[in-house]
């Protein structure tokens, strides 16, 4: 740990150059995401997996349990082999962990 209110974690994603960092807080020592996009990703449009991964860190049959269950956004088929998820509906779902640590 970087202090005792620093960063535990922080990771460069090589695609879209973002900077993911796991935080500590103040408040409980409740880890927090934060993500500083350069505007790589797009803000508009679709993600697709190595995108989503990049952005949360967790691994690929983590990340298809989770819309199984529910607890991801749901995917759009964009043709047969091919699927993506809404970039906003990603950048709703990183907030909602940021608020879950918050409360």
């Known amino acids: 740990m970087a202090g005792q209110y620093g960063s535990w974690l922080a990771n460069t994603c090589f695609e879209c150059e973002c900077i993911v960092t796991l935080e500590s807080t103040h408040i409980r020592g409740t880890p927090t995401l934060t993500i500083q996009n350069n505007y790589k ?54 907030e909602s962990f940021e608020a879950e640590g918050r409360s």
Do not use: C, M
């Open 41 to 94: 990703t797009p803000s508009i449009g679709y993600l697709r997996i190595p995108q989503i991964l990049e952005l949360i860190p967790i691994g690929r049959s983590t990340w298809w349990q989770w819309v199984a269950d529910g607890k991801a956004p749901k995917p759009v088929k964009l043709g047969p082999r091919i699927t993506a998820w809404k970039s906003d509906d990603i950048y709703q779902f990183i």
